[in-house]
């Protein structure tokens, strides 16, 4: 009962708006969180979190976050409805790290379109396999009700700004049922 207690307690004093910890290889953690309007990313690699990168500021939301193979991380979020992506360009090292080799940032990538359906964006998630990055999102309508949903893929090997365009998941068939 005081173990549960307890927990609670440091969950709460610790937590920020709109979080995501992701634990990498070899005792590595990443963590990218929404504060006052800002998305921020840190690392841990014992138990002391690093100095605060700041990804993107004014009006950011729904931060979610992968690790692919090599040690790429694949950042996405929500911006003003619009769905945002950033990299880094180089793989992230234990060793990198505890020498404060500086990690350089891809540029911020637009992944909704221009098309209006897939703007206002929700439920954000990348996730990786393999060599491939998936991010997927929901479209909501003027009443905030989820309307379509949206995926959009890159591989790993490309350059981060070159991605296949958006497919509309809500327009496949289930093809599980027709198997029955």
Sequence with gaps: MLYVLLFTILSFSLSFSDTVEVKGTRGLYYRAFVNQDTLY???KTGSKWSDLLVIDNG????PSMAISSGGYL???WCK???????TNLEPITKNS?????NTQWSSKVKISTPMSQTEHASDIF??????????????????GKIKEKWRRKRW??????EWYQPVNFTLLK???TKLK
């Design 41 to 43: 990313f840190q690392y």
């Design 97 to 101: 790290l505890k020498n404060k080799i």
């Design 80 to 86: 003003r409805g619009g769905v945002y992506y950033k």
């Design 156 to 161: 790993v090997l490309r350059p981060y700004y």
């Design 174 to 176: 289930d093809t599980e």
């Design 74 to 76: 694949h950042i996405v």
């Design 59 to 62: 009006d950011v939301a729904s």
């Design 126 to 143: 990348v996730e990786t396999l393999a060599d491939t990055v998936f991010i997927e999102w929901h479209s909501l309508d003027e009443l």
